[in-house]
């Protein structure tokens, strides 16, 4: 495959020329001057894929031909008219998501890239990273998009057993998916994340725990771990409703995450959220900010976002959902300038149980600091209060509040959603109970 070549964008020069006048100063650069309602990610999300993959719900389609450049001038043309709107000065990550980004051309995430630098600031270093699958993605094109500006490669392993891969619907073979991993690292080296699940119908704990083993070999420094979950309206779905094939085990696929996560651990890696492990500081700057609850632009098809707009004084972060649907998107893009669908104004309240179950993800949790910059009023000591149901949780160890704030255990994160079905109604309860002079609006 002979692919143009294609220069490195203006916009990364003009930003390390940036990085450079600014760290004279010793106060971290332009980052420090920018007020965090003014800093966001962008998500852009590609729809398309080659096929659709038996375990799949996301929003994707199966075209016959794809207009790319018609495409390309529409997330462009949308992602600057979402950032004029939402005040963003400063844009920390960019991710391209999917679908398959890896079958878009690297000129596209180029014309992206170049078009935010363009609208706000894209510093240099930011970290911009690509979702690849194994078939859609040669040396040769992932090169290429090195050179349009993606430094982080995010790859669809899913499996390293080809009858999986097979009753997954996946496209490439085990051998296609090493192949890939190691000319990524080649590469994007320390820069290249894989997904691998579990909890497949009739999959045992022995072999799923031995591909984890050979893929840690192998593997750069990020692992995430899912569970397969079941979606109604995907083949899988129908084909164990039908009796085609057995109901994935929970029981199993919990004891495979337990020695999945343990197993990487024991090889250095730090579980820093619940279904994601690094090591050598190699974690997903990009999905931290969405579990601190930063701001992020949705663009394209489908793609969520959740920022506070500025364009006519705005004062409550808004949840954005954008036309599903590519053709009635670009239309709206088209003559709108934006394809947003669906916009949701998030109460107070909404937005606390967000940085609680968002927060608790992650192993440093919910520090008091970053508490206070949603809520100055109501700590999180008085969210924990005096209920029994939490004092129960901190006596088993499940669940840590101290001076740095409020966070699961290991073995709480292992079982985050038992906890949160206690702390959100604990939350509810503590913020009905404030006084109303302390209630904005009260």
Not at 243 to 260: F, H, R, S, T
């Amino acid at each position: 495959m002979t692919l143009p070549r294609i220069r490195p964008r203006s916009w990364m020069a003009a930003a390390k020329a940036a990085q450079r006048r600014h760290r004279v100063d010793g106060a971290g650069g332009p980052r420090s001057s920018v007020p965090p309602n003014r800093r966001a990610s962008l998500y852009v999300h590609w729809p398309y894929c080659q096929k659709r993959c038996s375990y799949c719900n996301f929003n994707k389609y199966i075209p016959h031909g794809v207009e790319e450049a018609a495409v390309r001038s529409c997330l462009v043309t949308e992602a600057q008219t979402l950032l004029r709107l939402s005040g963003v000065q400063r844009v920390e990550s960019v991710f391209f998501g999917g679908g398959t980004p890896s079958l878009a051309s690297p000129h596209t995430v180029a014309a992206v890239l170049e078009a935010v630098a363009q609208a706000t600031h894209l510093p240099a270093d930011a970290e911009v990273t690509l979702e690849a699958n194994p078939t859609s993605s040669p040396g040769s094109k992932l090169a290429a998009f090195g050179a349009a500006g993606v430094n982080r490669l995010s790859i669809g392993l899913q499996s390293l057993d080809d009858a999986e891969l097979r009753l997954l619907g996946r496209t490439h073979s085990a051998s296609d998916a090493l192949q890939t991993l190691a000319e990524a690292r080649r590469l994007f080296p320390g820069r290249v994340s894989v997904d691998l699940m579990l909890g497949l119908p009739a999959q045992q704990v022995g072999p799923w725990l031995d591909q984890l083993q050979e893929l840690l070999r192998l593997c750069d420094d990020h692992v995430s771990l899912y569970q397969l979950s079941l979606e109604r309206g995907t083949a899988l779905f129908a084909q164990v409703q039908q009796g085609a094939l057995p109901a994935p085990d929970p029981e199993l696929a919990a004891e495979m995450y337990q020695e999945g996560r343990a197993a990487l651990r024991e090889a250095g890696f730090r579980q820093y959220e619940v279904s994601n492990f690094a090591r050598n500081g190699a974690l997903s700057t990009h999905n931290w900010k969405y579990w601190q609850c930063g701001q992020y632009v949705g663009v394209g098809p489908g793609a969520h976002g959740r920022f506070l707009p500025q364009e006519a004084g705005g004062h409550t972060r808004e949840a954005r959902i954008q036309t599903l649907e590519p053709d009635n998107w670009m239309k709206e893009v088209k003559l709108f300038g934006h394809g947003t669908r669906k916009r949701v104004p998030l109460g107070q309240l909404e937005l606390l149980e967000e940085v609680l179950a968002m927060g608790l993800r992650t192993d440093v949790g919910i520090t008091h600091q970053h508490w206070q910059q949603f809520e100055p009023e109501l700590t999180l000591w008085d969210v924990i209060g005096t209920s029994k149901e939490v004092k129960e949780l901190l006596e088993q160890g499940l669940l840590l509040l101290d001076q740095r704030g409020l966070r699961c255990s290991w073995e709480g994160l292992a079982v985050l959603d038992s906890l949160l079905v206690t702390l959100l109604p604990q939350l509810q309860e503590a913020w009905q109970q404030r006084t109303p002079s302390s209630v904005p609006g009260g």
